[in-house]
């Protein structure tokens, strides 16, 4: 290894990059690269660094969507039917939010002795926050819901299942390349 290049600070050009390869592994390669690219600095070209970012990033829109079906539940008028499918989504998604938080506390922990069992304990819980979402959105199926409310959620826990789901490729990449 050349010692003059080691402390050379990678382009922002070479890391976005970089994500946007990592990315075309994904189900979302553009929700993926667009979620992530404004982090190209802190990612550089580090698939843990990437995986974290992506963790990180879902994580963050499902507390903000968590906050919004909490401020959409209290408004009047909703039908019962309408209240429960809140209800149980925001269960799911405190759900899904601990799961996303377990697996960020544990990718600090990757380099130690115990690496493989802690990737998988990642991976298992990221994919519980999947089914925790696909769970929330089958709430909202079904004429008897209010249009506007109906897509609104959807819309937003079909973006955070879809970032869950890059995420989740992006863990398995790493998991690859540790393993």
Sequence with gaps: ????????QISPKSSR??????????TYPKL??????????????SPQLLA????????????????????????????PR????MQDCMEEMTDTIDELRKSIKEMGQINGP??????NDIQT?????????STCSDGFQGSNMNGSLKTAVRSK????????????ALINNYASLHG
């Design 157 to 168: 826990i079909v973006t955070i299942a879809h970032l869950t789901s890059n995420a989740l």
């Design 82 to 85: 309408e209240v429960e499918a």
């Design 1 to 8: 290894m050349n010692l003059s290049s080691a402390g050379r």
């Design 52 to 79: 974290h970012a992506a963790l990180n990033v879902t994580l963050s829109t499902a507390k903000s969507t968590t906050a919004m079906m909490v401020t959409l539940s209290k408004r009047h008028g909703l039908a």
């Design 125 to 133: 819980w990221v994919s519980a926050a999947l089914t925790d979402e």
């Design 114 to 119: 115990n690496s493989a069992l802690i990737i």
């Design 32 to 45: 993926c690269f667009d979620s992530l690219s404004i982090h190209a600095g802190l990612i550089q070209t």
């Design 17 to 26: 990059e970089f994500i946007r390869t990592s990315c075309t592994s994904t």
